[in-house]
């Protein structure tokens, strides 16, 4: 990047104002053309040459404002790390990198960990704001520690609910509040005996998450017992799931589309491998949708996005998918339209259980070439007084990879 490119500087501030901030930082401030800001950076800024805009809803329009203004000096005011959850990133997706340059302050998770003396590169660092506290559940783990940004005042008790629900209100919280400020203060509390009142709306909430006897982990690798989701038998089980997940092959950055989602199984699995990960399910019955958003709720995948619908039809106006899998209504004409939306290097997974979906994998494989298998299952169970092996639904598994 030429440093000499960037018009637009993002400075982060943190709540012991600009009395923190380094000489280049001021010297960014006094040469500025337009300062964007909240509020509350705009107050502690006090008067300027520049002129001076407050943030207003919807943000987009805060963007068009500043994209007026290109090649002029504008500066954005931010908190903390403007790259760590902060606006530094949509910014950095609407101009590019070459326009802007980032002037950090310590971030919230930074100050967080010192207070508590807990090595950051151990910590999980999160956010709730703007975004479902039900996120973390997927990383609560016994003796885990996450650090979370919250959405204002309510954001400790909306956690500590969570917690509690999932088992795990034997946590320990540390409710951080007004950072790095003069009247910063961090409380100790429980998750199920939170009883912290009078919160300021700037709080970080760092957990040491116990798992109490309710509690049942729940590793982050595919193949989760079938027992964890809501599910009508329509789904794909634990073994062939967990097969489904390593064809796949996700990637950080990677979009999944579950077709015929079922209960959601395979794409709340794969969001739970990664945060950067994201998938879309892809099912025609309400009354599956609506088990799969619990699913998702309770697992830590909230982010997961239901597109009820039938498929190919379903397909119109969704993001092209690094990854496809179909579980569920594999006919004629959903292969091509799903390799078709499909982007060269994809993967896409098909399983079949009936004849007439078998046909069509064994085509498939003919004229593709691939992977194909046939995989049969057996589990232990009673049989009167004895034991005895019980064969699930033999399954034929398909995967291949798009060439460019």
């Known amino acids: 990047m030429a440093a000499d490119a960037a018009w637009l500087t993002v400075v982060g501030i943190g709540e012991d104002g600009l009395s923190a901030l380094s000489d280049e930082a001021h010297i960014v401030l006094a040469e500025a053309d337009a300062i964007f800001g909240g509020e509350r950076h705009l107050e502690m800024l006090g008067a300027t040459r520049a002129e001076q805009t407050a943030w207003t809803s919807p943000f987009e329009a805060n963007l068009d404002a500043i994209e007026n203004l290109a090649g002029e000096n504008v500066v954005v005011l931010a908190t903390g790390d403007p790259l760590w959850y902060g606006v530094g990133a949509t910014?950095?997706?609407?101009?590019?990198?070459?326009?802007?340059?980032?002037?950090?302050?310590?971030s919230a998770f930074q100050l967080a960990a010192a207070r508590l003396v807990w090595p950051l590169q151990d910590c999980v660092c999160l956010t709730a704001h703007g975004r479902p506290v039900e996120n973390l559940v997927r990383h609560t783990a016994p003796g885990a520690r996450l650090i979370v940004l919250t959405g204002g005042s309510e954001g400790p008790r909306e956690i500590a609910r969570v917690l509690t629900a999932r088992g795990y209100?034997?946590?320990?919280?540390?409710?951080?509040?007004n950072l790095g400020g003069y009247d910063e203060r961090v409380r100790e509390t429980g998750a199920a005996g939170f009883h912290l009142t009078d919160i300021m709306p700037l709080n970080t909430v760092a957990i040491e998450c116990r798992a109490g006897p309710a509690a049942t982990p729940r590793p982050r690798l595919p193949g989760l017992p079938d027992d964890a989701f809501v599910h009508d038998g329509k789904m794909t089980k634990r073994v062939m799931r967990a097969l489904a997940l390593a064809a796949l092959a996700p990637m950080p950055g990677d979009l999944l589309w579950d077709v015929g989602a079922g209960c959601g199984s395979i794409g709340v699995e794969w969001l739970r491998v990664d945060a950067r990960l994201s998938a879309i399910a892809i099912e025609p019955r309400e009354d599956r949708c609506a088990m799969i958003r619990e699913n998702a709720t309770a697992l830590g995948t909230p982010d997961l996005q239901i597109v009820a619908g039938e498929a190919p039809v379903a397909f119109a106006g969704l993001l092209a998918p690094d990854a496809i899998f179909i579980g569920g209504g594999l006919t004629d004409g959903i292969f091509?339209?799903?390799w078709e939306n499909l982007k060269p290097g994809g993967r896409l997974v098909a399983h079949a259980v009936t004849l007439e979906s078998e046909v069509i994998l064994i085509d498939l494989h003919a004229r593709l070439g691939g992977e194909l298998s046939r995989i049969g299952v057996e589990i232990a169970e009673k049989v009167g007084p004895?034991?005895?092996?019980?064969?699930?639904?033999?399954?034929?598994h398909w995967h291949q990879t798009k060439t460019a």
């Open 91 to 106: 910014l950095a997706k609407r101009f590019g990198s070459d326009a802007i340059r980032v002037i950090p302050s310590l």
């Open 169 to 177: 209100g034997q946590s320990r919280l540390y409710v951080c509040e």
């Open 336 to 338: 091509d339209a799903c």
């Open 386 to 396: 004895y034991r005895g092996f019980k064969p699930s639904m033999t399954v034929v």
